[in-house]
């Protein structure tokens, strides 16, 4: 698990192709690697790698088939920066918000615009994911832990703070770029647990998800 508060931007240094997916090297910048052993997780651009070798400057992971499909990682290069976050500890500060590191879709920057200080963005999310996102609720976008301020369907907007901005890669968020986006997981959790019995009911892809009729049921709604 993470927070969403990035550590550190890094690089890709190397990517050796293997029998169908990657094998990833991380220079890791300014992340402290002293506490960190084979087995551990990094979130990289928001997600979750495993650790497989360590090196004085960064380390290696394995990028599986699933990640490379679902993620911006398909477009990974060498020397493309990336931010970078270890796995939080029970002693660690949740400034952010919980985050698993399992991306749910890829977002695309609709556009970009200097808002006094701050950098105002707007993004859409895949049609499917819009139902968990809310006005002033959190988002994951390429692993920075964010605030939408407002949403229309499935386009929401942000504002980037200078600090944010300064300490991740903010900078290369520019209109056309597809971006990693993981929803609050209490939302995902809430949407299962509505379901009720019904969870175990096998469904096709047209009737997943939580009906009108069922948050009516549980008082969401007005009958």
């Not at 949403?151 to 903010?170: D, K, Q, R, W």
Request: proline fraction near 2%; aromatic fraction near 4%.
């Amino acid at each position: 698990m993470f927070t969403g508060i990035i550590e550190a931007v890094g690089h890709v240094a190397q990517m050796d192709a293997r029998g169908g997916d990657v094998r990833l090297r991380v220079h890791s910048g300014k992340l402290d690697l002293s506490d960190v052993k084979l087995g551990d997780s990094i979130a990289t651009n928001g997600v979750c790698l495993t650790v497989v070798q360590l090196l004085g400057d960064g380390f290696w992971a394995d990028v599986s088939l699933e990640t490379l499909k679902r993620t911006s990682f398909k477009q990974l290069s060498v020397g493309v920066k990336v931010n970078l976050e270890k796995a939080l500890t029970p002693t660690t500060r949740l400034g952010g918000h919980i985050v698993s590191g399992h991306v749910d879709g890829l977002g695309k920057i609709l556009s970009r615009k200097e808002d006094a200080r701050s950098i105002q963005l707007q993004v859409e999310a895949p049609r499917e994911l819009a139902k968990y996102l809310s006005e002033k609720g959190s988002i994951c976008v390429d692993g920075v832990s964010l605030t939408i301020n407002q949403i229309n369907g499935a386009v929401f907007s942000l504002n980037i703070v200078p600090h944010t901005s300064g300490e991740t890669t903010v900078d290369l968020w520019r209109s056309g770029v597809e971006v990693n986006l993981e929803v609050d997981i209490i939302a995902r959790y809430l949407e299962r647990l509505l379901l009720g019995d019904k969870a175990a009911d096998p469904v096709s892809g047209s009737e997943q998800g939580v009906t009108l009729a069922q948050l009516a049921e549980h008082g969401f709604l007005n009958r």
